[in-house]
Structures are given as C-alpha cells and as structure tokens.
C-alpha cells in the first residue's frame, strides 16, 4: 500500500515531497504525486500536509 493523494484537497504546496525520506513524492502539475514502488508508507506526509490531502491506509 501507498500514501493517496485527494486530488481535490491537495493544493500542491510541497511540504509533503520536502517530509519523505525517500522521495517518494514529486509534485506535478500543482498535485503532489506518489511513486508507489519507492513509498514506504511511513505516513511523514500526511503530518507534513497542511490541507490533509494525503492519507496512508
């Protein structure tokens, strides 16, 4: 499994690719995008994310 990103809530900020330590997150288009083979699901995202556009299930 891999951290989702809500297209309609993520304003594409940046805080979230700066939190992974793996670099999992690229943004793209305003949207931050996951690679889903290099995530680790360790959830640095979803605290780095100010409009709570990304969750880890």
């Given at each position: ?17 700066e939190a992974c ?37």
């Amino acid at each position: 499994m891999a951290a989702k990103v809500d297209k309609d809530k993520c304003a594409g900020c940046g805080p979230c690719a700066e939190a992974c330590p793996v670099e999992a997150i690229k943004i793209e288009n305003n949207l931050a995008v996951v690679d889903e083979d290099t995530c680790i699901d360790c959830g640095a995202c979803v605290d780095a994310c100010p409009s709570e556009a990304i969750s880890v299930d």
